[in-house]
């Protein structure tokens, strides 16, 4: 039982810096999402996605792009990384508007933009 | 816009006690409630959720109450153990998308 399932777990980053955060889950969800979640502050959307081929803006997608192109995955981009997006960084799925909302969450990735 | 506090002081408890945490919110749409756990260095883990027309739900040791009128949810473990020591989230769903978080608060509970 993977659940959801986050890669790398630490990375440090240059400012400028690119990278790719993965996300994979095989509980056949139909949403998924990216969070961050900084000390003091409740979890932030970045951009979530309602199905394969579609994604869309949460509540701080800037700096950020995401694809998924397949169901099961869901990716998360830093073009151009800024110390500001040192963070940590959530997956989570869940079947979406068909369901009371119970989110399903990776461990986490944590990220440090020097 | 739709907002969720929690007690951002860390609670500390003694081994068997009933340890009562607290969720206010504002410009609430019904949906439902959710409360989360989540260790350190952890993703946060769903516990339960109480829809807007209850006033209470239990599973196990846990307790969720949820006034719509005082806007608030409290949440309650009875005979705490050391083992629960975590932060617990609360969280807003309204349907679709959208879950609103709260910062959480820190449960110690002490042997």
């Known amino acids: 039982n993977a659940g959801v399932t986050q890669t790398p777990k630490f990375r440090v980053l240059k400012t400028g810096q690119s990278m790719t955060l993965l996300c994979a889950q095989d509980m056949n969800h139909e949403y998924m999402y990216w969070y961050r979640q900084d000390p003091g502050m409740g979890l932030r959307l970045i951009h979530y996605?309602?199905?394969?081929?579609?994604?869309a803006k949460g509540e701080v997608p800037d700096g950020y792009n995401v694809s998924r192109l397949k169901k099961q995955n869901f990716l998360l981009g830093l073009e151009s990384a800024a110390p500001s997006q040192t963070s940590v960084y959530f997956c989570a799925s869940n079947f979406g508007r068909l369901s009371t909302g119970e989110l399903f969450f990776g461990e986490g990735s944590r990220l440090t933009v020097l | 816009s739709q907002k969720i506090e929690q007690n951002s002081e860390a609670l500390n408890i003694q081994e068997g006690k009933t340890a009562t945490l607290t969720c206010n919110y504002t410009n609430y749409s019904p949906a439902y409630l959710q409360w989360y756990r989540q260790d350190p260095g952890r993703g946060p883990v769903f516990l339960l959720l109480?829809?807007?027309?209850?006033k209470e739900k239990r599973k196990e040791r846990l307790k969720v109450t949820f006034d719509t009128t005082l806007k608030q949810s409290l949440f309650h473990i009875t005979a705490s153990q050391p083992a629960d020591s975590a932060t617990y989230l609360c969280?807003?769903?309204?349907?679709?998308?959208?879950?609103?978080f709260g910062a959480g608060t820190r449960l110690f509970v002490k042997a």
């Open positions: 969280a807003l769903y309204t349907g679709g998308f959208k879950t609103i």
């Open positions: 109480i829809r807007e027309n209850e």
């Open positions: 996605s309602v199905g394969e081929g579609t994604t």
